[in-house]
C-alpha cells in the first residue's frame, strides 16, 4: 500500500474509476465484465480493494498508510450504512461497495482485481501458520 491512491483513480481522492460488476474478465454475467477495463483502471481497482481490506482491520489512528484515514472515514461514517447502492452519490461509495461485492463474489482465481489482495491474504495466513501457538 505504498503508492498513493490519489491519482491512480482519475480525479484524485474523490474521483470514481470506471468499476466493474460482480463478474471478472473470465466470468460473463449480467453485472458487467472487466472488458471494458484498461490495465491502468485494473491496477487502481486492484490498489483501492487492498486499501478497502487495511482499513477494514487498521485500528491505528495514526496510521502512516496514505489513503488509510480519508477511506476509513467514508467506511466508517458512510458505507456500512448507505443502502443507496449503486445509486449513491457519495465519493467511492458505489465504488467501494461494487470492489468489495466483487471480491466476495468472484470465482476467478486469477482475477486481476482480486489476485494481489488474495495474495496478501494468503501471505498473512502462511504466517500466521507459522508462528507457535502461544
Not at 87 to 112: G, W
Not at 119 to 127: E, G, I, S
Amino acid at each position: 500500500l505504498a503508492a498513493p491512491l490519489n491519482g491512480v483513480l482519475p480525479g484524485g481522492a474523490g474521483a470514481s474509476a470506471p468499476v466493474l460488476g460482480s463478474n471478472c474478465a473470465s466470468w460473463s454475467g449480467s453485472n458487467g465484465s472487466l472488458g471494458g477495463l484498461d490495465s491502468s483502471n485494473v491496477q487502481a481497482q486492484a490498489h483501492y480493494l487492498l486499501v478497502l481490506a487495511h482499513v477494514m482491520k487498521c485500528a491505528n489512528a495514526n496510521c502512516s498508510v496514505t489513503e488509510c484515514a480519508t477511506t476509513k472515514a467514508l467506511v466508517t461514517n458512510h458505507t456500512r450504512s448507505c443502502r443507496a447502492g449503486d445509486a449513491c452519490t457519495y465519493p467511492r461509495c458505489a465504488l467501494s461497495k461494487r470492489l468489495m461485492r466483487h471480491h466476495r463474489e468472484c470465482p476467478d482465481q486469477n482475477c486481476p482485481v482480486c489476485l494481489p489482495l488474495r495474495r496478501r491474504l494468503q501471505a498473512a495466513k502462511n504466517v500466521r501458520a507459522s508462528q507457535p501457538a502461544s
